[in-house]
């Protein structure tokens, strides 16, 4: 139901763009959303697109990639991408695309991977230093 792509290997201040595309009924996930893994580390937030009514929508981002990463997302595609610029060693790791149709308790829930009911496939993304 999420297919994420877009990875690949670039050097340090280069760019990607990350695709997840959403099949089946995208129309409820309100919020979409991206986590990574590193190696040996545990899955860590990045950032969240969460909708609220037809025309508002919020964004959040994880302190490490604030300024850097931007989230968007394309209703008409049922696909969220994340833009990901100055990118830094520390940035490699798996990411993965999420969904869920909603999720309660704000920030600190989208924080928590426990929170998010749907996963696609990581992308890899490695940072050459």
């Known amino acids: 139901q999420l297919q994420a792509s877009g990875g690949g290997l670039v050097q340090v201040g280069g760019s990607l763009r990350l695709s997840c595309a959403a099949s089946g009924r995208t129309d409820s996930y309100y919020v979409m959303g991206w986590f990574r893994q590193a190696p040996g580390k545990e899955r860590e937030f990045v950032s969240a697109h969460k909708r609220s009514g037809t025309s508002v929508s919020y964004t959040y981002y994880a302190d490490s990639v604030k300024g850097r990463f931007t989230i968007s997302r394309d209703n008409a595609k049922n696909t969220v991408y994340l833009q990901m610029n100055s990118l830094k060693p520390e940035d490699t790791a798996v990411y993965y695309c999420?969904?869920?149709?909603?999720?309660?308790?704000?920030?600190?829930?989208?924080?928590?991977?426990?929170?998010?009911?749907?996963w696609g496939q990581g992308t890899e993304v490695t940072v050459s230093s």
């Open positions: 999420t969904a869920d149709r909603s999720i309660l308790g704000g920030r600190s829930a989208l924080y928590d991977r426990n929170s998010w009911g749907d």
